[in-house]
Nanobody, 126 residues
């Protein structure tokens, strides 16, 4: 059974850091493009960052460039999202997703992913 599980969310003060983890079971994450998305209350789900399958190229939405870093640990079958200098506007439920392995490149579009985790809440507040 293919499953993605996010963890690492929580409450953090502005300027703080969190590291989100996306652990997979039932398949190897290294064979899939992986994306991180977030959804704030009353807003659509948006792509935050993603990493391609073979060459490891990455994408970041403009609002998180220089603050967030996506990375893979293939030995642990886990993808991470390191989030630094957090802002209140980063508050959202964060999801990881896997795109079908026939694709090499990742995508910032929700519709292009096939497997989703349940999400983890990130709240940035003083």
């Amino acid at each position: 059974q293919v499953q993605l599980v996010e963890s690492g969310g929580g409450l953090v003060q502005p300027g703080g850091s969190l590291r989100l983890s996306c652990a997979a079971s039932g398949f190897s994450l290294e064979d899939y493009p992986i994306g991180w998305f977030r959804q704030a209350p009353g807003k659509e789900r948006e792509g935050v960052s993603c990493v391609s399958r073979s060459d490891g190229s990455t994408y970041y939405v403009e609002s998180v460039k220089g603050r967030f870093t996506i990375s893979r640990d293939n030995a642990k079958n886990t993808v991470y999202l390191q989030m630094n200098s957090l802002k209140p506007e980063d508050t959202a439920v964060y999801y990881c997703a896997a795109r079908a392995p026939r694709y090499n490149s990742c995508s910032g579009y929700v519709w292009s992913y096939d497997y989703w985790g349940q999400g983890t809440q990130v709240t940035v507040s003083s």
